[in-house]
């Protein structure tokens, strides 16, 4: 399998649920991206994670709890979600080389949530 | 800071018809720059991308965009739309040299092509 894959590419949930969203990356790439992509507003960027090290986060509610155990693999762990987390949550990846230059970011098919 | 302005939110044009859908940038060094298209329930796939070599960039599905220093624009063109063309397209800006977070998408414009 190559790219970047989501699971599940679907999910409903109640808001006092715990669920978790799966991120896998087969490009050998070092950064991995977190965005929640909601209608009418542009893609929002939540989590950056370079080598492992979360580098980045945009002021996201503490209900999403980001993991990367390791350059393959992402998580965002959900609870207590609002009916406003309602969105389509995008995965992300990328190459950059000792931090310095950029390859452009490669996504996955998303995961479609809906909080009930 | 940088910034990406997107004009239009739905353009229609008729299969056949000169696709352009508009990309402004705000950027105080030099970009990079990126085309990105989304069909329904999917994530989003590289159209194209300007990094600093020439002007013209050539993508695919026949879609090519040029980067203009003087009007800090990056706009998408097609000369002949196809049904299959139908999907939301995005810009995206990142300053080159800059760290792994910073790439900004503009808002996205809605393609509709009429048969």
């Known amino acids: 399998e190559t790219g970047v894959t989501q699971t599940p590419r679907h999910l409903v949930m109640g808001m006092t649920n715990k669920k978790s969203l799966k991120c896998e990356q087969h490009l050998g790439h070092n950064a991995m991206y977190w965005y929640k992509q909601s209608a009418k507003k542009p893609l929002e960027l939540m989590f950056v994670?370079?080598?492992?090290?979360?580098?980045e986060n945009n002021s996201v509610p503490s209900r999403f709890s980001p993991e990367c155990p390791n350059s393959s693999h992402l998580f965002l762990h959900l609870h207590t979600l609002q009916p406003e987390d309602s969105a389509l949550y995008l995965c992300?990846?990328?190459?950059?080389?000792?931090?310095?230059?950029?390859?452009?970011?490669?996504f996955g098919q998303g995961t479609r949530l809906t909080v009930v | 800071a940088q910034s990406v302005t997107q004009l239009g939110s739905h353009v229609s044009v008729s299969e056949g018809a000169l696709v352009l859908l508009r990309c402004n940038y705000s950027?105080?060094?030099?970009?990079?720059l990126f085309w990105y298209v989304q069909y329904p329930n999917q994530g989003l796939q590289l159209l194209l991308k300007y990094t600093s070599a020439a002007t013209l960039v050539k993508g695919i599905n026949g879609f090519e965009a040029e980067f203009k220093k003087s009007e800090t624009s990056f706009h998408l063109t097609k000369p002949s739309a196809h049904m299959s063309d139908a999907a939301e397209y995005f810009c995206?800006?990142?300053?080159?040299?800059?760290?792994?977070?910073?790439?900004?998408f503009g808002s996205g414009t809605q393609l509709t092509v009429l048969p």
């Open positions: 994670y370079s080598l492992e090290e979360r580098v």
């Open positions: 950027s105080s060094v030099p970009p990079y």
């Open positions: 992300a990846s990328s190459l950059n080389p000792a931090g310095q230059g950029y390859t452009e970011a490669f």
């Open positions: 995206a800006v990142k300053t080159q040299g800059g760290s792994a977070r910073q790439l900004t």
